[in-house]
């Protein structure tokens, strides 16, 4: 069962554009991950390892702020996860195509997953029902928001004393790398990218924010990094990844006049004509073959809830 808290919000993300846009990889966020995964190596899925080890906890009742397009939840279900579920996200186009994505991939799970509007920095225990969570999430969000720690303090107030908190993040020198991508159609658009869209919470930042801290106890020590290798827009399939790559920075752009987001469509038809795949060929070309290199450097840790007053 999916159930939303909120009224029936406006997306703006084209939501049939993008649910038809390349099948496999719908979402924005989902295409960014599937490509990181597709260019790195080794290749790790880990969301996939933060969703299995809530699982292999045993919690029944999970919070995760910055639920995005689900696809931690949708991990959770697919590592048969059969309790209860609270996704929190800002951005209101996500919540429909999560909507969307969980019945499509789990018609009939025994889960009981709930998504509603949020703002990880501001959320209480009260507004999610007054019960605390066995466990909560944090996966990638922290450069996200401009005040990290109110998420932190956040979750140790939601998460019941003994349970378990889930964070990640990844250094940023990886987005200003990804955002090249969209610098190929920002022009055409009359775009820029979002400047609230990315704060700076790199991967030490987050071990030694974890071992100040008195509200939280590691239980493992940061794991993973990727090494991504080249994306090479020169034959068909290196062309649909790279169009991809642009499609899902599309949420992240704003029009420098109306400060709206670039109309979904219209990017689309930039990057389907002819002159931006030459162009992108020559381009790559200058660049050794290649857009997607370097190290991204992204870490997950599991740490225990230290709070007295949610036993």
């Avoid at 109309?263 to 689309?268: A, D, K, P, S, V």
């Amino acid at each position: 069962m999916v159930e939303r808290y909120s009224p029936k919000s406006q997306t703006r993300v084209g939501r049939e554009t993008l649910l038809q846009y390349g099948e496999s990889w719908p979402l924005s966020a989902d295409i960014r991950r599937h490509l990181t995964l597709k260019y790195s190596n080794p290749q790790r899925d880990m969301w996939s390892e933060i969703a299995k080890s809530v699982v292999e906890s045993g919690a029944k009742r999970v919070v995760e702020f910055g639920s995005s397009s689900g696809y931690i939840i949708r991990k959770m279900l697919e590592h048969g996860f059969e309790g209860e579920i609270v996704g929190i996200e800002k951005e209101d186009s996500y919540l429909p195509l999560a909507e969307e994505l969980i019945r499509r991939e789990f018609p009939e799970t025994k889960a009981n997953v709930k998504l509603m509007p949020g703002d990880a920095q501001y959320i209480t225990l009260g507004d999610l029902g007054g019960e605390p969570f066995d466990a909560g999430i944090a996966a990638n969000l922290l450069y996200h928001v401009p005040a990290p720690k109110l998420v932190f303090k956040n979750l140790n107030e939601i998460v019941r004393d003994q349970g378990l908190q889930f964070f990640s993040t990844k250094d940023l020198e990886h987005q200003q790398e990804i955002w090249m991508f969209a610098n190929q159609i920002v022009p055409y658009v009359n775009a820029q990218r979002l400047h609230s869209f990315y704060w700076h919470f790199p991967t030490s930042q987050l071990d030694q924010s974890i071992k100040q801290s008195k509200k939280f106890r590691p239980l493992t020590e940061l794991k993973g990094e990727h090494i991504s290798e080249t994306l090479i827009p020169d034959d068909e399939e290196g062309w649909d990844d790279f169009k991809l790559t642009v499609l899902s920075l599309v949420p992240i752009m704003e029009d420098k006049q109306t400060g709206q987001q670039p109309n979904i469509h219209r990017c689309i038809e930039i990057l389907e004509s002819p002159s931006l795949r030459d162009f992108t060929f020559r381009k790559a070309a200058q660049r050794n073959g290649g857009y997607f290199k370097g190290t991204v450097s992204m870490s997950w840790r599991a740490c225990e809830n230290l709070n007295p007053n949610l036993r």
